[in-house]
């Protein structure tokens, strides 16, 4: 763990997607968990009330990790514990560069082993890139897709055809739904118990709406109902956005070397911008985002 300095005895608030504290999406981070059990972590988790908070304790025997830079860490919302959570990785990544500085870092988490790299752009902010495990997608039933667009209140025009419904996953699973039009990804207002309770049967993490900009095919706008986690909407992603890249490569929407931009949060007056990288020969997807401190 960090030893230079003790951990705080609150969690500390980071913002990730954005350099403005008042954009992208918050989570909680604690850097010294060792104290605390799964109980207490979603008590505290709770109590802060993002969508998620990371804990951080000593690595596991084994995890190949620069000394002093490899760390357990388990993620947990208001109202469960996740495998994986994209936005809190690059919140924790960027709370450790400010006190250990940039390089790279490990987390060993439920889903796997994430490599991060922590660098400074030219206009100073910490920018943070993790790489996934290995994605994959599925597909679902159709009585499941009948049922998702129900408690969305999305009449099935209203879907893109050019991105059929799948399951996708990089470390969570989430559901891609493709919006016809940025009107349609506007206007969102859901029933929360009914798409939980589809969720929890399907195992999902959220939902992943998404619309295209015609423009030049590799920018889209992005949202992500999380009433699993005890959240209607979540501001920005990380996860999502790695498995919509999972996506977005294997239905060969996007050429298999391609950087995307994902707008988030512009709805909900939190914007992001998540960055997608896929690689050509590297199964794996790489998101990369910006954040920063939230003054108390």
């Known amino acids: 763990m960090i030893t230079d300095a003790p951990a705080p005895a609150a969690p500390l608030h980071y913002t990730a997607f954005s350099t403005d504290p008042a954009g992208g999406n918050p989570a909680g981070v604690v850097l010294d968990a060792t104290s605390l059990d799964a109980s207490a972590m979603l008590a505290t988790a709770a109590d802060l009330g993002y969508s998620e908070t990371a804990f951080l304790t000593a690595p596991p025997e084994g995890l190949d990790a620069e000394p002093g830079r490899g760390f357990t860490v388990r993620y947990f919302s208001p109202q469960a514990e996740v495998p994986f959570c994209g936005h809190a990785t690059i919140a924790t990544a960027i709370a450790l560069a400010d006190r250990i500085g940039p390089g790279d870092l490990t987390f060993a988490t439920l889903a796997g082993t994430i490599p991060i790299t922590v660098t400074r752009s030219p206009a100073g902010h910490l920018l943070a890139t993790l ?148 690689t050509e020969g590297d199964p794996r997807i790489r998101v990369s985002g910006t954040g920063t401190e939230i003054p108390a």
């Open 131 to 278: 790489t996934t495990v290995e994605p994959h997608t599925a597909p679902i039933e159709d009585a499941d897709v009948t049922e998702a667009l129900a408690a969305l209140g999305w009449p099935a025009a209203d879907l893109d055809p050019a991105f059929p419904p799948r399951v996708a996953y990089a470390g969570a699973r989430h559901l891609v739904l493709g919006a016809a039009t940025r009107e349609r990804l506007a206007d969102l207002a859901y029933d929360f118990e009914r798409l939980k309770a589809l969720m929890l049967r399907l195992d999902l993490v959220t939902v992943q709406l998404v619309w295209r900009e015609a423009a030049d095919g590799t920018t889209f706008h992005v949202r992500n109902p999380f009433p699993v986690g005890g959240v209607v909407e979540d501001p920005a992603t990380g996860a999502a956005a790695a498995a919509f890249g999972a996506y977005a490569r294997e239905l060969a929407l996007v050429p298999g070397d391609a950087v995307l931009t994902l707008h988030q949060g512009a709805d909900m007056g939190r914007p992001g911008t998540l960055t997608v990288t896929l």
